[in-house]
């Protein structure tokens, strides 16, 4: 999936060339992405309009053909030693239902230091579906699926182009979780609030062990916890207005069609 991402997007495709093909699903576009896509002989490109993130995800899904499927974000790429892992993996006699992935996510340009992540990315297509949350990443539901961590290798996230845009897109895709929330039925307290926004700190600063890094370290922690306080201050806070109105347009919004949920815009491309 991909939304505005012309400057990362080109190389997450070329570093998926070991794959028999390669789906991508644009928002709506409105800085030459789309018209990129379409000029690569190597992908199947298709124009959808966002509602959810599992429903984009699952309406990317039914146009694959594969055995296996390996879910990007257009903002990511594969280092070649993962490539290899996967291939080895998916023959494996045995193989289970599907692997986590390590992640590597560098801190935002300015900051010094990076912290891993792990996460269920690589999925045999029979048993693949994703969890109805209000997260935007929308992981993989693992639910009475076998599971490995794949090792050798791992994903390679681009950095945030500064601290600034980095909290820009954390307020924006807080707007997305609280209103997603709300439409749930979901409601928040003063103690939520807090009690989510120090468990965000100490779980990123201590357990994802960012304290290495010093300042830039506290940095990063704190931005995570400014995320969770986000989340519930959006939530605590609202009334009657459009949450997804809120959004800037900026890093980590919808695309503006998505807001009103207006019908999807069919446009597919493909060279196969």
Partial sequence: MVFNGRGTIERCLDRLSFCDEIVVVDDGSTDGTWEFLQSREDIIAVQHAHTTFVAQREYAKDLTQGRWLLTMDADE??????????????????????????????????????????????????????????????????????????????????????????????????????????????RAGIFRLAFSTLTRFFKIYFLRGVFRFGRSGVMVAFLAAFEAYCKYAFLLTSGSESLFGSMDGGPGSYPADSKENQPVLDKPRSNH
């Fill in 77 to 186: 790429y594969v280092t070649s030693e993962l490539a290899r892992a996967i291939q080895k993996a998916i023959v494996a006699p045995g193989a289970p239902d599907g692997f986590h992935i390590r992640r590597r996510n560098p801190f935002p340009r300015g900051l010094r230091g990076y912290e891993w992540s792990r996460h269920p990315r690589l999925v045999q297509r029979k048993v693949c579906r994703w969890q109805n949350t209000e997260s935007p990443h929308s992981p993989l539901d693992c639910r009475g699926l076998r599971f490995k961590v794949l090792r050798g290798g791992h994903l390679e996230h681009e950095a945030i182009e500064n601290y600034a845009t980095a909290l820009r897109k954390v307020v924006n895709r807080s707007l997305i979780m609280a209103a997603l929330l709300r439409k749930q039925g979901s």
